[in-house]
């Protein structure tokens, strides 16, 4: 499937990074210069002359060219966050307990408008249709280099999800105005609001109708929150095939200014400023809310939030709060969001040996006030 064609490959293997916290709360589009990369084998340098093959139990299969995909379905716009499920694993293994996978601070996350076909109008011209007595997925496959852990790598979701016009599933061919980078997919990705960033599969080969999740490595042995009596490799064996892949991002929020360790001058007033992003639940957005406590949870003082609209129910918001704290050294600062479908971020989530899906109330530690 398209291997090795038109294709030459980063020298960087893989190539996962995120940017500085204060950086990307400084504007609610995320620019391509400050977006997080997360990758699990090198990235390959496609051109437009690529195509995205629609097969498995469709009764029309096709084969769609980039051009197809721009001129023969109606563009549809959709504004939302993509997060890594890996995203704040340096707090589940510092405040928790030690977990498996990359230290990912808070800033492996990126709010951009994203544009291409739905796929479900793609769906629909291959003919897919669901079924109240079968369950079907949709998965979807990038052969183009090989992963650490897998020749390819591959995801699915529900067939119901992506044929549901409201989950606003769509084929990317640009973000935030402009066409795809390498890094970010180039020429088309998959674009599942709501859901973890590893199920958004780049650089799209072949789009499969099937009764069955994807069997790729990713879907099937990672990114899954185990339960807690999986400590080790060798204890999470059995719990990789009867535990649920991740699917819907959890409701968060993240303070990112000040910076864990900062030294802050209290105001004339005796405030300080405090701001960050908040991200709601699924489908349960917007983000209705945010509220910040410097007491260690006694009391909470509410955000202004930025970016919260009915339309906006995928993306992040980012909020601001002036708040009173006291003189000294190791102070904290906590924050916690609710959203449109009664979420609402509790302190500590669970632990679980992959570090997946932390959500516990956003934290500026050890922070200096004078």
């Keep these: 499937m ?21 950086a990307l709360i400084s504007s609610f589009y995320t620019p391509e210069d400050i977006s997080y990369d997360r990758n699990h084998g ?40 993509l997060e890594c499920a890996g995203n704040r694993r340096h707090t589940m293994r510092t405040l928790l307990k ?13 709010n951009c408008k994203w544009k291409g076909p739905r796929l479900r109008d793609v769906l629909l011209r291959a003919g897919a249709t669901s079924s109240p007595d079968q369950s079907l997925y949709v998965a979807f496959s990038c052969y183009q280099v090989q992963c650490q852990e897998d020749d390819w790598f591959g995801s699915s979701v529900e ?71 999986a400590v080790d490799s060798a204890s999470a064996e059995p719990y990789w095939g009867r535990t649920p892949a991740l699917c819907d991002m959890f409701i968060n929020s993240v303070v990112g200014v000040p910076d864990n360790g900062e030294t802050v001058c209290l105001s004339e007033s005796g405030t300080v400023e405090v701001k960050g992003y908040a991200v ?39 909020w601001r709060a002036m708040v009173s704290i ?3 050294i190791g102070r904290e600062i906590l924050s916690r969001a609710s959203d449109k479908g009664g979420n609402m971020q509790q302190e500590r989530s669970q632990w679980n040996l992959r570090g997946v899906g932390y959500n516990g109330y956003g934290r500026a530690s050890d922070l200096i006030i004078i």
């Design 159 to 229: 067939l119901k999800r992506c044929l549901d016009e409201g989950m606003d599933v769509i084929l990317a061919l640009e973000m935030n105005g402009s066409p795809l980078t390498p890094n970010h997919g180039y020429p088309v990705r998959v674009v599942l609001p709501g859901v973890a960033g590893a199920r958004w599969v780049k650089w799209l080969d072949r789009i499969t109708v099937q009764d069955h999740e994807s069997s790729n490595f990713y879907q099937q042995h990672d990114y899954k929150v185990l339960p807690p009596d």
């Design 326 to 328: 006291e003189r000294g």
């Design 280 to 318: 709601p639940y699924g489908a349960d957005g917007p983000v209705t809310g945010v509220q910040v406590s410097t007491d260690g949870g006694h009391t909470w003082v509410d955000a202004e939030i930025e970016g919260s609209s009915p339309e906006r129910k995928w993306c992040w918001v980012l």
């Design 42 to 81: 090198p990235i390959p340098h496609l051109t437009d002359a690529h195509t995205v093959r629609i097969d498995g139990n469709v009764p029309s299969p096709l084969c769609l060219s980039i051009h197809q995909l721009q001129t023969e379905f109606a563009q549809h716009e959709v504004i939302c966050a």
């Design 2 to 22: 398209n291997r090795g064609k038109h294709t030459e490959y980063s020298v960087q293997n893989p190539l996962n990074r995120e940017p500085p916290i204060k």
């Design 98 to 110: 030690e977990v498996q996978g990359i230290d990912w601070g808070d800033a492996a996350v990126m």
